[in-house]
Each structure stands twice: as structure tokens, then as C-alpha cells.
């Protein structure tokens, strides 16, 4: 509510009074106190981040023979920083578990978005190291592509290459101010309308002790968190895009309605894209990729997934998790030729239901934080309760919102209605009828804003 009625409109206003050669400061002061806002702790860590980055590409670009090792020292720095906030609480809680010790130690609290700035400003030394752009100069621009506010906290990661034109010269179109704002309301609508009231099912289902689900209400709650998970995050990522779009940035696409994929390949290649393309372009082709044989090309593909599972969260369930999906990865990999023939509607819907059991029985190790937990998920899912099935317990957690926002949220899976934010209606009734579904969007939104308390954060742990 604050951001939108207070913070957003103020910084716009500023934004649009100025010199456009004084935009960039308007954003990256607006990005810093936002962050600050969050953060204040926390705002040094990231601001170290960025003068590290900026003092290593400049040295790397003027290394010569001893850029390798100055770009092994940057990343090492950025990755120091990642490790210790991210990942100190799980070193040491295992380490004690190991040594059967009971050793305290100070719990670190991580900051927000740390994991999507960090992989940032990575990209930019090795895109500065690969020549691929030159060094920017200017630490302030710097400081705006690592801390922009539309997607730092939330994603997409953006890439340097990507959007370096950009920081140095930008314009805004009434058209790209039009379609960033209904863009946004789409954003807005996905983490309001639909994931907070499915996501409200799966928090009351995974409240109950896991050892007593049925295998109905498992499969619930699972389903629930896939479709809030998937909104929730497609709906930050919209919001994004969208406010990139009214401040005249591009921000790459994150979301590609994954839940139509027939494989678990083609789902990673619809779902959190700027993180799959990431991972590919600065873990998979640098460990190899599928130059080495087929042997070496699938444990490359399962210590990326590996790598990925520990990057959304420091624990044992996420490092499983990425093994799990790494293992599936693998076994498409080596049964590619099957995957690509052109299949009947009975083996493509077969393909569907394969790719999205997987996905959802995942969640099972990703939504919980002790595997002790997953573990009973899994076995209620398979059946192995000891809780019978009772479908008339589910009333207890589904009412007529929840299954209005079941259906919407199956619906808005598919691609029906991908164009309509930039879609041009011809004559003004049309435009009108398009302009009121927005609004009306809006006020919806701003009415289960006002309505409700639930409003979870879910990407703390990134």
C-alpha cells in the first residue's frame, strides 16, 4: 500500500520533472532508500558489493595476463559475500550435528534479495572479463544496474550485456508507460487475487502436523503452493517489467506459462528463464557443457541443477530438490531422441501429467525447511499414510474464493491471454472496455489489500 500510493507516485513525479541526464541519479537514489527501507542494516553489504565489482572489472579490463585471477579474486569476494550471509547458519548448524557439538554461534540474518544482486553484478566482471562490454566507468551507473529497484529484491536477474545500453540512454513512449502500468496491474493481480488466497490453502494445509494429512489434502496443499509459487513469482516479475517499461527499461521476460511444458526440461526453460539462462551462461558452458561427451554433458546438467537447488535456500530439502530435478534432467537428456519425435494427443497429454507430477511432488521437498517433513509429504502422496483419504475435510481449507482462485489461476496457465497488455483494441468503445478490465484489476487488488493481512514474502530465503 505504501508503495504503491506514496512511494511510486513520488519517485514518478520527481523522475519526470527532471533533465533526462539527471534521471539516473532520481532512480538510483530512489533504489537505495527503497532498499534501505527493507534493509537499512544491510544496505552496506550491498553498496561494498558494488564498489568491489566496479573496482574489479576496471582492474580486470587493464589485467592483461593477470585478468584470470582478477576475476577469480572479484567473483571469490562476491561469492564470500553470498556464502557468509546465505549459507553461515547452515555450515554451522551442520557442523554441529556432525561433530555432535553444541557450539553457539551468532545466526546471521541474510539480506533481502542478495542472491539476485550478487548474480548480477557476477555477470558483469565476466561479461567485462569475456569482452563482451567495456568496464563501466561511471560507479554510479554501476551502482543503478546492481541496485535498481523494479526487480532487485524479486528478480528478473538482469544481465549487464542486456541493459547497459540502456543506463546510458533510454526514452519513454506514452505506449511504454501505457503497457508498464498494465503490465504492473497484471503483477499486481497475480500476488494479490491469486496467490495469496491459494496460498492461504496451502498455509493452513502445511500448519497441521505432517504426519497426519490424508493423501487428498497432501496433494492439495502441494498443488497450492505450485499455483502460488508460480503466480506469486510471475507476479513480482510482471510488476518488474512493468515498471522497467515506464522508466523506459527492457527487463528481460522471467515466465513462459511453464505449466503447459511436456517435459522437465522445456518447464526450466519456461520457469525463472533470467536464472536458467544465468546458470547456462556462467555454470554450464564454462564447466563444459556438451563438448566433452555425453557422460561429462549429464554430470555437467546435474551440477548445475545441484547448484540451482542450493541457490533457493541453505538446506538439505533445496540441495535434494536440485538433485531431484537434475536427475530427471539426466534421464531426458539420455532419451533426448523419444523426447523430440512428434507424439499423438494421448502421449502429449501423458508427457503433461508426467512433467507436472514431478514439478508438484518437488515442492514437497522445497516447501518445508526439515526433511523429516518432506518425507511425510511424499509418503502421503504415494499413499502411504496412515491417515485415510477424506475428501470432505478439504471444505475446511477450500471455500467458494479459493476455488473461484483455483479456477482463474488453471485458466491464466495457459497463453489465452498473453498479448493483452500491449494489445491496441481498435475504436473507442474497445479501448475503453480493455482500459475498465484494468482498472477494475486495480481496484479489486486494492481492495484485497486493504481487506486482508495475509501478504506473505516467500523469497526471503533467496
Same mark, same amino acid.
Given at each position: ?66 585478468k584470470g585471477l582478477l576475476l577469480a579474486l572479484t567473483v571469490s569476494c562476491d ?47 565476466i561479461d567485462v572479463y569475456r569482452g563482451e562490454t567495456p568496464p563501466q566507468r ?13 526487480q532487485l529484491v524479486a528478480g528478473p536477474i538482469v544481465k549487464y550485456h542486456d ?96 505449466? &503447459? ?41 546435474? &551440477? ?159
Amino acid at each position: 500500500m505504501t508503495f504503491v500510493f506514496i512511494y511510486l507516485p513520488v519517485v514518478l513525479a520527481i523522475y519526470f520533472a527532471v533533465r533526462p541526464a539527471m534521471r539516473n541519479g532520481v532512480l538510483l537514489l530512489a533504489s537505495l532508500f527503497f532498499y534501505a527501507w527493507g534493509e537499512p542494516r544491510h544496505l552496506a553489504i550491498m553498496l561494498l558489493t558494488i564498489g568491489v565489482n566496479y573496482v574489479g572489472a576496471r582492474l580486470i579490463a587493464a589485467g592483461g595476463r593477470w585478468k584470470g585471477l582478477l576475476l577469480a579474486l572479484t567473483v571469490s569476494c562476491d561469492l564470500w559475500f553470498l556464502g557468509y550471509f546465505k549459507y553461515f547458519n547452515f555450515f554451522a548448524e551442520n557442523l554441529n550435528a556432525l561433530f555432535s557439538a553444541n557450539v553457539d554461534f551468532v545466526h546471521v540474518l541474510m539480506p533481502i534479495g542478495i542472491s539476485f544482486y550478487t548474480f548480477q553484478a557476477i555477470s558483469y566482471v565476466i561479461d567485462v572479463y569475456r569482452g563482451e562490454t567495456p568496464p563501466q566507468r561511471d560507479i554510479w551507473k554501476l551502482a543503478l544496474y546492481i541496485a535498481l529497484f523494479p526487480q532487485l529484491v524479486a528478480g528478473p536477474i538482469v544481465k549487464y550485456h542486456d541493459i547497459a545500453g540502456q543506463i546510458e540512454c533510454r526514452t519513454t513512449s506514452y505506449d511504454d508507460f501505457l503497457y508498464g502500468v498494465k503490465r504492473f496491474v497484471v503483477g499486481l493481480a497475480k500476488k494479490v487475487l491469486i496467490a495469496n488466497t491459494i496460498g492461504n490453502v496451502c498455509t493452513q494445509i502445511t500448519s497441521q502436523p505432517s504426519d497426519e494429512l490424508s493423501a487428498v489434502t497432501t496433494w492439495t496443499g502441494m498443488v497450492s503452493f505450485t499455483l502460488q509459487l508460480y503466480y506469486d513469482f510471475s507476479g513480482y516479475s510482471d510488476m518488474a517489467i512493468g515498471l522497467g517499461a515506464i522508466f523506459g527499461f527492457r527487463i528481460p521476460e522471467n515466465f513462459n506459462y511453464p505449466l &503447459i511444458s511436456r517435459s522437465i526440461g522445456e518447464l526450466w526453460r519456461r520457469w525463472h528463464i533470467s536464472l536458467s539462462t544465468w546458470f547456462k551462461e556462467y555454470l554450464y558452458i564454462p564447466l563444459g557443457g556438451n563438448r566433452n561427451g555425453e557422460l561429462r554433458t549429464c554430470a555437467n546438467l546435474f &551440477i548445475v541443477f545441484l547448484v540451482t537447488g542450493f541457490w533457493h535456500g541453505a538446506s538439505w530439502n533445496m540441495v535434494i530438490w536440485g538433485a531431484w530435478h537434475g536427475m530427471f534432467i539426466v534421464f531426458e537428456r539420455l532419451t533426448r531422441s523419444w523426447w523430440k519425435r512428434e507424439h499423438g494427443p494421448c502421449v502429449r497429454a501423458l508427457q503433461h501429467v508426467y512433467a507436472t507430477t514431478v514439478f508438484v511432488v518437488g515442492f514437497a521437498l522445497f516447501q518445508p525447511e526439515k526433511l523429516s517433513t518432506s518425507v511425510n509429504y511424499i509418503k502421503a502422496m504415494l499413499g502411504l499414510s496412515a491417515k485415510p483419504d477424506a475428501s470432505f475435510t478439504l471444505g475446511y481449507y477450500i471455500g467458494n474464493p479459493e476455488i473461484a482462485a483455483f479456477a482463474v489461476a488453471l485458466l491464466c496457465c495457459m497463453p489465452i491471454f498473453k498479448e493483452l497488455p500491449s494489445r491496441k483494441p481498435q475504436g473507442l468503445f474497445a479501448s475503453a472496455m480493455l482500459n475498465a478490465w484494468f482498472v477494475l484489476l486495480f481496484v479489486l487488488s486494492f481492495a484485497s489489500m486493504a481487506a486482508s493481512t495475509y501478504n506473505p514474502f516467500i523469497y526471503f530465503r533467496f
